[in-house]
């Protein structure tokens, strides 16, 4: 089975985006997962979500083709 992971930077040290990554590549070790993809969006995005409009469009493309 395949997984992709989101990460959204968040204000203090559990929002850190390195510790987000760890714990889904962790997750996905320990239950057999294979990591498709991985998206992020940052504080410097200033809300902007591209992260989060890529990770919709890969799955819109993964459904149609």
Same mark, same amino acid.
């Given at each position: ?6 990460? *959204? ?12 990554? *760890? ?6 070790? *320990? ?28 799955? *819109? ?5």
């Amino acid at each position: 089975m395949r997984a992709i992971g989101y990460f *959204r930077e968040a204000p203090g040290p559990e929002g850190a985006l390195a510790a987000q990554h *760890r714990a889904f590549l962790e997750y996905c070790q *320990r239950h057999g997962y294979e990591v498709a993809g991985t998206f992020v969006d940052t504080v410097s995005s200033n809300g902007g979500g591209s992260g989060f409009r890529k990770l919709i469009s890969y799955v *819109r493309e993964g459904a149609s083709g």
